[in-house]
């Protein structure tokens, strides 16, 4: 079993002075960066993951998360990136929920939505917990509940269930129109894109509602792979 100093260690060990300084520099949050590229994250990750049983990884997940180390917390993250969790994936779920609270940073944020997007395709019942995100107060967690349903957005033959989903986030989507934060644009638009590539109908439909309340460039980024 990989424990939380020796991942912390391991991790620092790997680590690059000058890199964490710029990085920190550019994430504008404060906490500790090691100065880690994401490919070193992953190799370590990958060990981690083939030398411990679901309960060792959703521990040392905890532990690296709770260092508020940045390369702890994606390291923490991509310990739960997995189609399949057996026999139970709900205490996975329960702990990704747990984080999206304390999300404040882009990377960090895109990697927990990758676990994320996992836990929610394995039980789609869950975006009924997803769908109190998207009017919180708290800007990350109102655009996890955009980020961790991207799936939705990719799928070539979806099922009625799947149209379902589709049409309930851009519900949710509706309500992000007149957000300010650039986080939220910048997902909005991301969203509806991907959705084009598949459904561009739908986000046709969506745009000729909502276009002339969006900002141009959300509309912009939405209509990128739309027919002419």
Known sequence: MTTKREA?????????????AEMHRYHKVDRPYL???????????????????????????????????????????????QAR???????????????VPDLDDEAIADQVSTAGQKRLVADPTRLDQVAE???S???WTRRAAL?????????N?????DLAVRDRVMGWAAGYITDQDRQIQKALGLWLRELSKHDADRVQMFLTRHGADMKPSTVKTAQRNLPA
Do not use: F, Q, Y
């Open 85 to 99: 969790i057996r026999p139970d994936d709900s205490e996975a779920w329960a702990l990704i929920a747990s984080w």
């Open 133 to 135: 995100w998207a009017v």
């Open 35 to 81: 100065g880690l590229a994401n490919p070193v994250i992953d190799e370590m990750v990958k060990e981690w993951r083939a030398e411990d049983d679901l309960d060792a990884r959703l521990t040392l997940a905890r532990g690296l998360w709770k260092s508020n180390v940045h390369e702890a917390r994606i390291a923490a993250a991509k310990l739960l990136v």
């Open 8 to 20: 912390l260690d391991a991790l620092r060990a790997a680590g690059d002075p000058a890199k964490a």
């Open 157 to 161: 033959n979806p099922k009625p269930t």
């Open 137 to 139: 107060n708290h800007m």
């Open 147 to 155: 980020t961790m349903t991207l799936p939705w957005t990719k799928k």
